[in-house]
């Protein structure tokens, strides 16, 4: 079992950066690797990044390339997402996930994974 928990997110100004991170919980030794997935308002959920834990190998979303970056700390079982240059239209709940087969990754599929954490809210104002 695996529990990541994110945190960080909060209201940010167009063209603003943040860096929001999930602390993962239990045997992340398990699984290969922990993705962001945001869920922005009535919209579907989308792949954004993924990170292996014990290689360091990213993954990006063609539209998160530039401005997003994704990061790990083994010694803390923390995952990062840095953004910006941020966007109205990244206004989302970010889940952080992990689990679930190899393909999901290098396919950027926004489902599949086996754990998740409960959200944090980041919205960005024009």
């Known amino acids: 079992q695996v529990q990541p928990g994110e945190s960080g997110g909060r209201f940010v100004q167009a063209r603003g950066s943040l860096s929001v991170p999930c602390v993962a919980s239990?045997?992340?030794?398990?699984?290969?690797?922990m993705v962001w997935i945001p869920q922005p308002p009535v919209k579907e959920r989308e792949f954004v990044a993924a990170?292996?834990?014990?290689?360091?190998?990213?993954y990006y979303a063609d539209s998160a390339k530039g401005r997003f970056t994704i990061s790990r700390d083994n010694a803390k079982n923390t995952v990062y997402l840095q953004m910006k240059s941020l966007k109205p239209e990244d206004t989302a709940v970010y889940y952080c996930e992990g689990g679930g087969g190899y393909s999901n990754y290098v396919a950027k599929r926004p489902s599949g994974y086996d754990y998740w954490g409960q959200g944090t809210q980041v919205t960005v104002s024009s």
């Open positions: 990170i292996s834990w014990s290689s360091g190998l990213t």
């Open positions: 239990g045997r992340t030794f398990s699984i290969y690797c």
